[in-house]
């Protein structure tokens, strides 16, 4: 599998759900970040969490950060229809420069 | 807010043809890159510029593709002779002096080669 793998592919939810994002990845990181896409635009970035941290939050976001699995969840609370978008995750590994490699993405739906 | 601006929206060229890609970073950001998405798929590196220079590439970066940064503001991406499956869209990325700090990015072109 590749850094960066984002599960599930897609959610779909109801408006006022709480929706929850995984990502895993391989190498060892200085950051991970989240990013949303809306259909045919550019990424978006939603929050970083740093390495040495665990959690963060920011509005209706809630990240957290697992080292020791490698892996990263995004929770959105309380969604709404304007939180329809796609989702990715993306790795800031200390071996790769100044590179982010993105995840595969999970497409969120949120029905009103 | 300061935005990365890239032009055009959409470009359509026939294979074999060169292209240029312009894009417009934010003004006080040192880092800059591209990236690519295909249709559905996930976004992939190309090459990161930094201090007049290429910092990184990919394996997709090949003797085909090559960026300059012309003048203070424009941030360029040339693809010598297009190929089909160099249909995709580009985003243009630039990102601050802090170590931290998250990626903007433009709209991004489609280009379509046909």
């Known amino acids: 599998s590749q850094q960066g793998e984002e599960d599930p592919q897609a959610l779909s939810i109801q408006e006022g759900e709480n929706a929850t994002m995984n990502c895993s990845y391989k190498?060892?990181?200085?950051?991970l970040q989240w990013y949303r896409q809306n259909s045919g635009r550019g990424l978006v970035h939603l929050i970083l969490?740093?390495?040495?941290?665990r959690e963060k939050h920011s509005g209706r976001l809630r990240v957290t950060l697992d080292t020791s699995k490698k892996s990263s969840s995004l929770l959105i609370t309380a969604s709404r229809a304007a939180d329809t978008a796609s989702y990715f995750c993306a790795t800031d590994e200390e071996t790769s420069g100044s590179r982010l490699t993105f995840g595969e993405g999970t497409q969120l739906t949120v029905n009103p | 807010e300061p935005e990365v601006t890239q032009t055009p929206s959409h470009q359509v060229t026939q294979m074999g043809q060169e292209v240029i890609l312009r894009c417009v970073p934010i003004s006080n950001h040192l880092y800059f890159y591209w990236y690519r998405q295909i249709l559905g798929q996930k976004v992939e590196f190309l090459v990161s510029f930094y201090n007049n220079e290429i910092s990184e590439k990919s394996e997709i970066f090949d003797d085909q593709f090559s960026v300059e940064r012309p003048d203070g503001s424009n941030f360029t991406l040339k693809i010598r002779s297009t190929k089909l499956e160099d249909s995709a869209m580009y985003f243009c990325?630039?990102?601050?002096?802090?170590?931290?700090?998250?990626?903007?990015f433009g709209n991004g072109t489609r280009l379509t080669v046909t």
């Open positions: 990325a630039s990102r601050g002096t802090s170590y931290n700090s998250p990626l903007h």
């Open positions: 190498t060892s990181i200085n950051n």
């Open positions: 969490i740093r390495s040495n941290e």
